[in-house]
Every structure is written in structure tokens, then in C-alpha cells.
């Protein structure tokens, strides 16, 4: 099985950094993904690691490090925009077709 | 023009009665998956399915069946609603198990 763990909630200020932590266990470790959902609307898709290391997108950075079960999205520059939910999603080799498992997701607020 | 579109956007239905959620995609992916989404844990797959002849369980299916019409639609249905199925529902697709999912707009599903 699975275990994929992130904060419920998340408060951060307007033109700071904030950084989204999810661990997880699994025995089949094969991509880690973030997704952003705004309240009500689909999640889209922010990033995929792999690897070892950060994926670097714009204001938007992933990093993982596959031997801690760990990855953290790095978000710069807050803007209000960003107040939405994210989502970490772990794929697992050992599961029919590398089914994703989702994580119950970080709302983060935006202040001004 | 989303991508992935799911039909109703909203529904309120009866305990006992049976619904159809419906799910279409322009992306010509073969896969396609219903997720069902409730406050604090996260997407749960329900059904997947890898092309036509294809259907799958996900981790919660007891409840629900689908159907794959053709490549581009994928409907779930609710055989005898329950007040516990009240919850957002997405239809996703993916090219393979190794890339993103693209998730359409959702289905709030209310049972009274």
C-alpha cells in the first residue's frame, strides 16, 4: 500500500516563498507528481520528479529525494492567485498500470 | 473548448435512483479514469480503463459501474444512489501510466 502525507493547511503572505511538503511510503516508487486545484475546479497538472533533485518551473519548484520519501513544491513570489489546493500524486510500478495515488491535498492561503 | 468534458456539472439526485455521470475527451488518449473527491482525502480512483475492451477497479468501486463506449467517452453510474456518494467526481485521461493526467472540470454530486 501506500502512504502519502502533506500538511492540511497552509497560510503564506503575498511576495514570500512557500515550501509544500509531502512524504510517502511505497515499495514501487515510479514518479511523484504536484497538481494545483483551485476550490471547485480541476486539478492541473505543476510538476513531475522522477529523479533525484529540484525541477525548476518558473516561480514553481519541485524536488524530491526518492531514499527519504520526501518531495516539497517550492512556491516564489506568492501571488493571490496561488491560494488554491495542491496535491501530491505518487505512482507505483506495483500497481496495475502505474496507478496514481493522490495525497488529501495542502490548501494554501495567500494574504496580502 | 475543455479538453475533457464532463456532463452534468451539477446534480442533485434521490436516494435509490440511478445516475449516469458522463465523461468525453478531444485528446485522443486511451486512458481514461473517474476519481471521486472528498474534503481531506484526497482523488480516489473509482474505475480506469486502458481503451475500449478495457475496464478496471480502482481503490473504491464498490457502488459504482462504467462503461467505455468508445475511446473518447468513459461514464460512470450509480446504480442505486447513497447519501455517502455525495461528493465531487472527475473523469481524467492520460497518454500512458508516465505521464500527466488531464482532469475535466468535475461533477458535484449531491444525494439526498
Known amino acids: 500500500g501506500q502512504n502519502i502525507d502533506q500538511p492540511t493547511e497552509m497560510t503564506a503572505t503575498e511576495g514570500a516563498i512557500v515550501q509544500i511538503n509531502c512524504t510517502y511510503q511505497?515499495?514501487?516508487?515510479?514518479?511523484l507528481f504536484w497538481y494545483q486545484q483551485h476550490a471547485g475546479e480541476a486539478p492541473t497538472f505543476l510538476s513531475y520528479?522522477?529523479?533525484?533533485g529540484l525541477e525548476e518551473k518558473g516561480r514553481f519548484s519541485s524536488f524530491l529525494s526518492r531514499s527519504k520519501g520526501y518531495s516539497y513544491l517550492l512556491l516564489k513570489e506568492l501571488q493571490m492567485k496561488d491560494s488554491a489546493s495542491y496535491l501530491c500524486a505518487v505512482r507505483d510500478y506495483r500497481n496495475a498500470g502505474n496507478m496514481l495515488t493522490f495525497g488529501g491535498g495542502t490548501r494554501l492561503m495567500v494574504k496580502p | 473548448d475543455a479538453d475533457v468534458t464532463q456532463t452534468p456539472r451539477n446534480r442533485i439526485t434521490k436516494t435509490g435512483k440511478r445516475i449516469m455521470l458522463e465523461c468525453s475527451q478531444t485528446k485522443g488518449h486511451d486512458r481514461m479514469y473517474w476519481y471521486r473527491q472528498d474534503p481531506g482525502l484526497g482523488l480516489r480512483l473509482i474505475y480506469y480503463s486502458f481503451d475500449v475492451k478495457d475496464i478496471n477497479k480502482g481503490e473504491i468501486s464498490d457502488g459504482y459501474s462504467v462503461s467505455r463506449q468508445a475511446q473518447a467517452k468513459f461514464s460512470l453510474s450509480l446504480e442505486s444512489a447513497i447519501p455517502n456518494q455525495t461528493a465531487l467526481y472527475f473523469c481524467?485521461?492520460?497518454?500512458?501510466?508516465?505521464?500527466?493526467?488531464?482532469f475535466g472540470q468535475g461533477t458535484r454530486l449531491t444525494v439526498v
Open positions: 481524467a485521461t492520460s497518454v500512458t501510466g508516465n505521464t500527466e493526467a488531464f
Open positions: 520528479n522522477v529523479l533525484d
Open positions: 511505497t515499495s514501487g516508487f515510479n514518479g
